[in-house]
């Protein structure tokens, strides 16, 4: 909301605002198809705060995908600490991407999609795709590195969290395609496969 006259401004939360509305609408409609006035109208701010806090759309699109992704890992995460070490953390990880992919609001990988949509003109949100991706082998890893030691998955973790990975975005394009969670369920039962 803009702030009213006379109100104090917040410039944390009204950055904050910013970020948000554009994670939102760059997930929704895409990166090029939305302007900086769209964004700032959105949020309640004026393209000059915009352009003072990130720079230019090209800062804010970073900014947003950056902080998608940070939020995403840190919710998967929390997602599973409660969970018993080992098997049941890893397939936590695919319980969470179920429910996601079941979600009005799902439309597959919001980074993926930004990389593929940006391909060859934008080499910085292609790297956050891959750091993105690579958060993930660091979770997986970290989670069979739990199972027990007679477990293959611990003995390779590294090999495991790649195809356990190539499992999850497989069923996550699928998914946002289909408008079917379906092939999370598959991803799922193959996970088990593998860590059996």
Same mark, same amino acid.
């Given at each position: 909301?803009?702030?009213?006259?006379?109100?104090?401004?917040?410039?944390?939360?009204?950055? =904050?605002?910013?970020?948000?509305?554009?994670?939102?609408?760059?997930? +929704?409609?895409?990166?090029?198809?939305?302007?900086?006035?769209?964004?700032?109208?959105?949020?309640?701010?004026?393209?000059?705060?915009?352009?003072?806090?990130?720079?230019?759309?090209?800062?804010?699109?970073?900014?947003?995908?950056?902080?998608?992704?940070? =939020?995403?890992?840190?919710?998967? =995460? +929390?997602?599973?600490?409660?969970?018993?070490?080992?098997?049941?953390?890893?397939?936590?990880?695919?319980?969470?991407?179920?429910?996601?992919?079941?979600?009005?609001?799902?439309?597959?990988?919001?980074?993926?999609?930004?990389?593929?949509?940006?391909?060859?003109?934008?080499?910085?949100?292609?790297?956050?795709?891959?750091?993105?991706?690579?958060?993930?082998?660091?979770?997986? @890893?970290?989670?069979?590195?739990?199972?027990?030691? @007679?477990?293959?998955?611990?003995?390779?973790?590294?090999?495991?969290?790649?195809?356990?990975?190539?499992?999850?975005?497989?069923? @996550?394009?699928?998914?946002?395609?289909?408008? +079917?969670?379906?092939?999370?369920? @598959?991803? =799922?039962?193959?996970?088990?496969?593998?860590?059996?």
């Amino acid at each position: 909301m803009p702030v009213k006259i006379g109100e104090p401004i917040d410039p944390a939360a009204t950055k =904050r605002r910013i970020l948000t509305v554009s994670e939102r609408i760059f997930y +929704n409609r895409g990166i090029s198809l939305v302007g900086v006035a769209e964004i700032a109208d959105a949020a309640g701010a004026s393209k000059a705060t915009l352009y003072k806090n990130f720079g230019s759309k090209e800062g804010l699109v970073e900014a947003a995908l950056l902080d998608r992704s940070e =939020r995403i890992h840190r919710w998967l =995460r +929390n997602g599973v600490a409660d969970l018993a070490p080992g098997r049941a953390r890893v397939l936590g990880v695919f319980d969470l991407l179920l429910d996601w992919f079941s979600g009005d609001d799902f439309h597959g990988c919001g980074l993926v999609s930004a990389a593929a949509e940006q391909r060859a003109s934008d080499p910085v949100v292609t790297g956050l795709a891959r750091r993105h991706l690579q958060a993930y082998r660091d979770l997986l @890893t970290e989670l069979l590195a739990e199972m027990p030691e @007679t477990s293959a998955a611990r003995q390779d973790p590294d090999l495991f969290a790649g195809r356990l990975l190539l499992l999850i975005e497989g069923a @996550t394009v699928i998914s946002s395609v289909d408008g +079917n969670p379906e092939a999370g369920l @598959t991803a =799922r039962a193959w996970a088990e496969s593998l860590l059996d």
